[in-house]
């Protein structure tokens, strides 16, 4: 077996993959389905209902809000209760739609059999038809990030695609909902390659999976023999292999250069493989994103596992399938315990990016005192960027923010890997942050200016 990785840093955090053999279930539909119009990135959706109204599962609830944007689709039947606002997963308040169930009735328009449709018995699907299908069904990126599919299918002019390389990474610790949705819809994960290729005029598609799930490897490879177009690629465990510049990388031995390119300026675009199983729903069974795969995991939960959850389902719900929220402190993160967003209450709704919610005990979330810097770099040699993490936490720190943007800070993928190897425990990823975002503003009134 040719095993890849990349080139430069990484770490090997402990697996913890609780549910790694747990099947999906279907969660039970809430009483009431919370929706947050920016569950993407770019503008924020616009309501195209009021209180009062009555919708079905399946129809859209809020537009596209400008060209990079997604229109939001209702994940239950029942009246729109209120249009309100409440902390979401990024901490802030926000706009949000908030439906009171009643029963579970759902838009004809929506194929809900099991038949498997592939692109070769619709030869009619042209490459525009497959992207429009996409845009207007709301699909986004799966993977955490959240941008809009439709936009990656569209590169500039200035850049060429081709290949698509679908990320079924996973490498982040705890969450299994990816290998459980390849082992229990490859078929369909397929047909989402097929059609993804298919959108970006490209006959080279890679399946990127690391070795910790052989038993996908071994599906996949199995189902894909004899088709020279697609290539399984097994890859080394060790993280961040799933951050898209490291998949990129080891796919395709190239490297994407600083922001603002992107994967596609040298040849690659990339999708997560839940996208990729939206992409089949989307344009094949003309179901919007309203569903998704999520792991609902930590060591003292009771019964950590996977779910098909409707979209706009508060986390508490999930957690109480598992057992409930397990006694004493603990900390609650939407993603795992590398890039996840810490939680301020368990009533923060399911949304398209969220592939877990991960409940870490008060004892290992503690973080220990910080000492000084000692000098080790041994931060430097696990940044997957290439960057120096002491010296761009020292300038975010001393808000010297013209040096730290001449340091690449912007470069930095937020991945952890620093702060997780520092032995004087120094918030580094913490500091960086607050750098990378203040120095982006920096850059956007300076574009904005011009
Ligand atoms: S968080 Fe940023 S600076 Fe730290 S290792 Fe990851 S990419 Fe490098
Ligand atoms: S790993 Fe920590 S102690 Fe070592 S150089 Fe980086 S910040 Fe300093």
Known sequence: MNIRTFSIGGIHPEENKLSHDIATVAAPLPKQAIFPLSQHIGAPAKAIVKKGDKVKVGTMIAEAGGFVSAPVYSSVSGTVFKIDSVIDATGYRKPVIIINVEGDEWEETIDRSDKLETLAAHPELTPEEIVERIKIAGVTGMGGA?????????????????????????????????????????????????????????????????????????????????????????????????????????????????????????????????????????????????ERYTTVTGKKLAKPGNF???????????IDLCGGMPEGDNKLLAGGPMMGKALMNTEVPVCKGTNSV?????????????????????????????????????????????????????????????????????????????????????????????
Do not use: W
């Not at 990129?248 to 999708?271: K, S, Y």
């Not at 098909?308 to 999930?318: A, F, I």
């Not at 005192?369 to 931060?379: E, F, M, S, T």
């Not at 930095?412 to 203040?438: A, W």
């Open 146 to 290: 959240g941008f809009p599919t439709f936009i990656k299918l569209c590169p500039p002019p200035t850049a060429k695609a081709e290949c698509v390389i679908i990320n079924a990474v996973e490498c982040e610790p705890y969450i299994t909902a990816d290998f459980r949705l390849m082992m229990e819809h490859s078929d369909e994960i397929l047909v989402g390659l097929d059609l993804l290729m298919k959108a970006a005029k490209v006959e080279k598609g890679y399946i990127g999976i690391e070795t910790n799930k052989p038993e996908a490897i071994e599906l996949f490879e199995r189902k894909t023999a004899g088709d020279s177009r697609i290539e399984i690629v097994p890859l080394k465990q060790r993280y961040p292999q799933g951050g898209e510049k490291q998949l990129v990388d080891a796919v395709t031995g190239r490297q994407v250069p600083a922001p603002p390119a992107i994967p596609v300026n040298v040849g690659a675009i990339v999708q997560n493989v839940g996208t990729a199983y939206a992409v089949y729903e989307a344009v094949m069974k003309h179901k919007p994103l309203f």
């Open 358 to 450: 991960t409940v870490i005990s008060g004892d290992e979330a503690k973080r220990k005192p910080a000492q000084p810097c000692i000098r080790c770099a041994k931060c430097v040699s696990v940044c997957p960027m290439g960057l120096e993490p002491f010296l761009l936490a020292t300038l975010s720190a001393k808000k010297m923010f013209e040096r730290a943007e001449q340091e690449e800070i912007v470069s930095c993928i937020e991945c952890g890997s620093c702060q997780f190897t520092c032995p004087s425990h120094r918030p580094i990823l913490d500091n960086v942050r607050y750098g990378k975002s203040t120095v982006m503003g920096i850059i956007r009134a300076r574009n904005a200016k011009k």
């Open 308 to 318: 098909l959850v409707r979209m706009g389902t508060p986390m508490k719900e999930l």
